[in-house]
């Protein structure tokens, strides 16, 4: 007897022992994605005692020919799965069909000219069109189209002097954050020799016949794209002269790590200039321009709050602020006593988020954000509220006017509501459509829910849903879930044609509200930031679950998607709750917690992230989520697509170059891990549309192949 039992003891663990080597050879064969082998060196980095591998810091020098090779393989492995997905191009076809439809910008009057942005359809370039009077016919004022054959120059702003005569506009290339400053006479379309180079992160200020303007140093030969941005200066610039002689107006060489903007009032007699140390928090300061040897004036000397000049009436400015205001008040202040302490309510804080402020015709529009969706109010100077103003649906408002006309623009676009740009008037509150829709697409046929799913502090939250009628909540939907979650940015319903075809094919588009954005205000913004980052992506989770519970679809049938920060977020999501997904899209992510702060502009997301040089408890906390650095052997991760742009100086490529060899060196995944790296385009602004239709094509291509979808 014992013996016999021995015998089918031994003879089952032989059983297991073959069925397990099957089951691992199995999957060593089915993940053989053909992966290049880039180098792994032996760097590796000190912090506070713990040493961290960095093989592949190699990669953050662009241009070798070691990444070179890397680059060019990766994308020859895209390309040959995605043309393996039957539907590509039927699907980029159908794209190209919905983006193609008039786009129209909010229009903004100057001085008896309005002025307007449109794209017919499918250029890569929005077009600039005056109407030198309200009634005349639109002409082309600039074409960014014509800049270069395949539209990778973009235009940023433009801004109109007081007189109407010159419009001072900046360029970028190939998506990345240089901008070069030009300038034109608008009656004739004259470019003048004036040029400004080695702009980024700056407006421009006209006063009389100059503007202010903002800029960094050259930056060392051959590492444009890459080198820390210090020493921000404001200098002015009189048309006519060359820029070496501009002067300048501000600097602060004992805080290089400080951002400076200028603007002036629509009148030209106040400069204002903002100084910030990271994405959150501003000093300002004020000078009138009309009093000869009159200096600068402050009204906040630190960084904790934000504030914004809406408007000058009289001798008061007034600005929308969350100082001692989590949802943000509207005040006015006394030039005399501009400090904090002599502000004045206009319109105090409420219980849903002041998100803007416009003076149009002598009153103030206000929009608010309530649970992740705009209403908006017209208040008299005083801060009486005099009505509502009626918006269609759950969805987001634009307003464009100016304090001493009654005319003014406005805008609405939802999930299901493309772009509509209204003409009104701010004493009746009549309006008209000046530029409706024209796509082809009938919203009637899907729905836009509200759903509410509890966060990890027991919070009620919103996650917009989006789904073609009569679906059936049977578990077993295809759901692309997206969020951002980060820096104080809200996430509210916007019309995008690209998800057309995902919902066309039955999919559900889930959009969620998290933690770190500005939904609810600034305290919900610092609820997931620095040792509360963790927060966000429980957040992420949470939602993920409630689709799940609440059988909307299954983790097999589940996608997530972001960008920039919100791929810190798919990719800290994918590295912790691998079995929740099937598959992830991290597009232009920062993924290498530890170095972020040192290329670029990193820095300056401090105040959000930390960093890993602060402390050792800060190192600890962001070595604990850092995408890069939890990625581990023998775990079976969901299918992954990295995307990233060689131009892209907000989100160095480095990050997702990284990521992805080091996820393509451990996964055992049946699943692939892929990356799509375009050319001559930065972190997404300025993209041409063509390049979007193709990126869009091949990212729902993945999603849609994944999930399993048919066409």
């Not at 449109?118 to 960014?144: F, I």
């Not at 503007?211 to 941005?229: D, I, M, Q, V």
């Not at 800060?618 to 299918?639: C, Q, T, W």
């Not at 992954?640 to 393509?664: C, G, W």
């Amino acid at each position: 007897m014992k013996l016999h039992y021995s015998f089918i003891y031994f003879r089952t663990n032989i059983f297991f022992a073959v069925m397990l080597t099957i089951i691992f050879m199995s999957k060593m064969w089915a993940n053989d994605f053909g992966y290049p082998q880039p180098e792994r060196s032996e760097q590796s980095e000190d912090y506070f005692g713990t040493t961290v591998a960095d093989p592949y810091r190699w990669m953050e020098t662009n241009g070798t020919p070691e990444l070179t090779a890397w680059i060019d393989a990766e994308n020859q492995l895209t390309e040959q799965y995605l043309r393996t997905i039957p539907f590509r191009d039927s699907l980029r076809k159908r794209l190209t069909e919905v983006v193609n439809y008039p786009k129209y910008s909010l229009p903004w009057n100057r001085t008896g000219k309005r002025f307007f942005f449109k794209n017919d359809g499918l250029q890569n370039q929005s077009v600039l069109y005056v109407l030198d009077e309200p009634d005349a016919k639109p002409r082309v004022l600039l074409d960014p189209n014509k800049l270069s054959e395949d539209g990778t120059v973009s235009l940023q702003r433009a801004v109109v002097s007081k007189d109407g005569k010159y419009l001072a506009y900046s360029l970028a290339r190939s998506g990345s954050d240089w901008n070069e400053i030009n300038v034109l006479k608008i009656d004739s379309g004259e470019k003048l020799l004036d040029q400004i180079d080695w702009v980024k992160f700056s407006g421009i200020a006209w006063h009389g016949g100059g503007f202010y303007y903002s800029r960094y140093n050259a930056p060392p030969e051959g590492k444009k794209l890459t080198a820390k941005n210090e020493n921000h200066k404001i200098f002015f610039h009189q048309l006519g002269t060359d820029q070496k002689d501009d002067l300048l107006i501000r600097e602060d060489r004992e805080h290089p790590l400080r951002n400076r903007s200028a603007k002036t009032d629509q009148e030209e007699r106040y400069l204002f200039i903002y100084e910030s140390e990271s994405t959150y928090g501003n000093t300002l300061e004020f000078k009138n321009l009309t009093q000869s040897g009159a200096v600068f004036q402050t009204a906040v000397n630190d960084f904790r709050s934000e504030q914004e000049v809406v408007t000058v009436l009289g001798d008061t400015f007034y600005l929308l602020t969350d100082r001692n205001a989590s949802n943000k008040r509207l005040v006015a202040v006394n030039p005399a006593n501009p400090q904090p302490e002599h502000w004045t309510d206009i319109i105090p804080e409420s219980d849903s988020l002041l998100q803007s402020v416009h003076c149009i015709g002598g009153k103030f529009i206000a929009t608010y954000l309530k649970d992740a969706a705009n209403i908006a109010y017209v208040y008299d100077v005083t801060g009486k509220r005099l009505r509502e103003i009626e918006l269609p649906t759950l969805g987001i408002a634009g307003f464009s006017g100016n304090k001493d006309e009654t005319e003014f623009f406005q805008s609405f676009t939802s999930y299901l509501y493309p772009t509509v740009i209204y003409r009104c008037d701010i004493e009746t509150g009549k309006r008209s459509e000046l530029f409706p829709s024209e796509i082809d697409f009938k919203p009637k046929n899907y729905v836009t829910e509200r759903a509410w799913y509890e966060n990890s502090a027991g919070k009620k939250v919103p996650v917009f849903l989006t789904y073609k009628k009569g679906f059936l909540r049977n578990g077993n939907n295809p759901v692309l879930l997206y969020g951002y979650g980060g820096f104080n940015i809200s996430v509210s319903p916007a019309f995008s044609p690209y998800r057309l075809p995902f919902l066309e094919h039955g999919g559900i588009f889930a959009h969620a509200v998290l933690r770190g954005g500005g939904e609810y205000g600034e305290d919900w913004h610092q609820a997931g930031t620095k040792l509360k980052k963790q927060k966000v992506f429980d957040d992420f989770a949470a939602v993920a679950e409630f689709l799940i519970k609440e059988r909307y679809t299954l983790p097999e049938k589940l996608a997530i998607q972001g960008g920039s920060n919100g791929g810190l977020l798919v990719g800290a999501s994918v590295t912790q709750r691998p079995t929740l997904f099937r598959a992830a899209v991290i597009q232009v992510g920062v993924l290498d917690m530890l170095r972020y702060h040192k290329a670029t502009i990193g820095w300056a997301w401090a105040t959000d992230y930390g960093t890993s040089e602060e402390s050792k408890k800060m190192f600890e906390y962001l070595f604990r989520y850092s995408p890069l650095h939890n990625i581990k052997s023998g775990v079976d991760y969901p299918a992954i697509l990295v995307t990233t742009s060689d131009h892209d100086d907000r989100v160095v490529p480095a990050h997702s170059f990284k990521f992805t060899a080091e996820m393509q060196a451990k996964s055992t995944s049946n699943y692939p891990a892929y990356i799509r790296i375009e050319t001559k385009a930065g972190h997404g602004a300025g993209k041409p549309i063509s390049k979007q239709i193709e990126e869009s094509a091949d990212i729902w291509a993945f999603i849609m192949d994944q999930l399993g979808m048919k066409w």
